[in-house]
């Protein structure tokens, strides 16, 4: 991939992700009236999408950042600290917790969208922000793994980083129902004790299986690429 299209797609997906938080943050205000949550205990940060579009945003200027310090070849003698900042933060967080957020959001939309984005809530929360926290998302990291390679830590790195975050965001999420009362997806306000805990086991295993769909498309895309690379090193070192 030539480096000036690679960095120009890094620094427009930073800077989109980078202006849809700052956006949301600022001028998506949602009266008490229409929905008390969305006000409540937590602020924007209640929410896993924001979580993920800051995570975006945050991965994309690593990206850009190590396209002028450091390398995107796909299988480099020595990685500097960029490249394997930039390749775990891939691996672990920004390419599974974009699909996992916008394919469970997208899933619970066609269910019944007042489970995780009442209707009343559209006039304050414009559909080309919804569409970039929800679809770019997973759009831009599937984009990522196309142009440019990377290499997946063991998987006990990898799921440990991924289910920890997970599970952060699950304290947390109960945190802000015992301060105000409310859940931050109203999915959860229809689903009984066991059901719940069924639920998020569910959404855990689903994490860990688009962590593994993504370590096997990379595999698919940049595997053989790697081989030679190495191959060739091999050879110039005998």
Known sequence: ???????????????????????????????????????GYGGKF????????????????????????????????????LRRI?????????FPLAMFVGVTFWALMFVDRELVLPKAIDPYFPSWLNHLMHTLIMVTTIIEM???????????????????????YLVWMHFIYFKSGFWVYPVMEV?????RIVFF??????????????????????????KNIKGSNKKKSK
């Open 1 to 39: 991939m030539n480096k000036a299209v690679l960095t120009g797609f890094h620094l427009t997906a930073f800077a989109v992700f980078s202006f849809a938080v700052y956006y949301d943050f600022m001028y998506t205000i949602i009266p008490a009236r229409i929905n008390k949550l969305h006000s």
């Open 46 to 81: 209640k929410f896993l999408t924001y979580w993920d579009a800051i995570a975006q945003a945050l991965f994309f200027l690593i990206c850009t950042l190590n396209d002028f310090c450091g390398t995107n070849s796909p299988s480099p003698k020595t990685r500097p600290l």
């Open 86 to 94: 930039k390749d775990y933060f891939h691996a672990t967080y920004s």
């Open 146 to 168: 196309i142009i440019a390679p990377r290499q997946y830590p063991k998987r006990s790195r990898g799921f440990s980083g991924l289910l920890g975050v997970m599970l952060i």
């Open 191 to 195: 689903l009984s004790l066991p059901l």
């Open 201 to 226: 086991l569910v959404l855990f295993a689903f994490s860990v299986v688009l962590y593994i769909a993504g370590e096997k498309f990379d595999q698919l895309l940049w595997g053989s690429a790697k």
